[in-house]
């Protein structure tokens, strides 16, 4: 049921889309994100710059525990990349369908190219792609929202919560200019460390959009 509406505003976000490449040639493409377009006060703000690359991030946040007593400490996440270019390109409608089956058949992933690797670099987040894109992007964020009531809650038994949507600015030395984390599905922790060990991951996939 949960997976039959989210379908259902996937359909619905198709409409409010545009595309078109750019005059000069680069592949860029016009396209808003895909915000919460059921609540207008839960959105991000709108990028500044062109849209170059769409991946879907497939990895883990990861957590660390004082005791079995006290809340889990986000310490970083990892995750690999798979482009979503040839997607949007296409058939905007399955693109927000891909995280959800990803997180739930991960051997999906190997319809896709890999792209990058999304790791942690002095507490930042960092992502380095492979040719032909090259490149990486490090940055902070900025604004943050929590997951849409339609963000699926991850893979049982850690379906916790969808981790909130992000804005991260780049420092200006990437490629890239902004990157948003979007279609979160997964990755929040239970609500306290009681039968898990000292460090643990928690299982994620999400849409990661870059500006530039």
């Known amino acids: 049921m949960q997976l039959f509406v989210f379908f259902l505003h ?17 592949g860029g493409i016009s396209l ?22 769409v991946v879907v991030g497939m990895g883990s946040q990861n957590y660390f525990c004082l005791n079995s007593s006290t809340t ?31 997180l739930e058949r ?18 930042k987040p960092t992502f380095y792609f492979f040719p032909p894109q090259h490149g ?23 379906n916790h919560g ?6 991260i600015e780049s420092f200006g030395m990437g490629t890239y200019r902004q990157g948003y984390r979007l279609m979160t599905v997964g990755g929040m922790p239970p609500p306290t460390c009681e039968g898990r060990s000292n460090v643990f991951a928690i299982p994620y996939t999400a849409e990661y959009w870059f500006y530039g």
């Open 10 to 26: 996937c359909l619905l976000m198709e409409a409010t889309y545009s595309y078109h490449q750019d005059q000069g040639g680069r």
């Open 32 to 53: 808003s994100p895909p915000f919460d377009i059921f609540n207008a006060s839960n959105r991000l703000p709108q990028p500044r710059n062109e849209l170059k690359l």
């Open 72 to 102: 889990p400490i986000f310490q970083d996440a990892e995750a690999e990349l798979f482009s979503m270019n040839p997607v949007i390109r296409t058939e905007m409608t399955t693109l927000h369908i891909f995280p959800h089956l990803m």
């Open 106 to 123: 991960p051997g999906i992933s190997k319809l896709f190219k890999h792209v990058g690797k999304h790791r942690f670099v002095d507490g």
């Open 136 to 158: 990486f992007f490090q940055g902070v964020p900025r604004e943050k929202v929590g997951a849409p009531a339609y963000a699926g809650a991850g893979r049982s038994p850690d």
């Open 162 to 167: 969808a981790i909130p949507w992000l804005r």
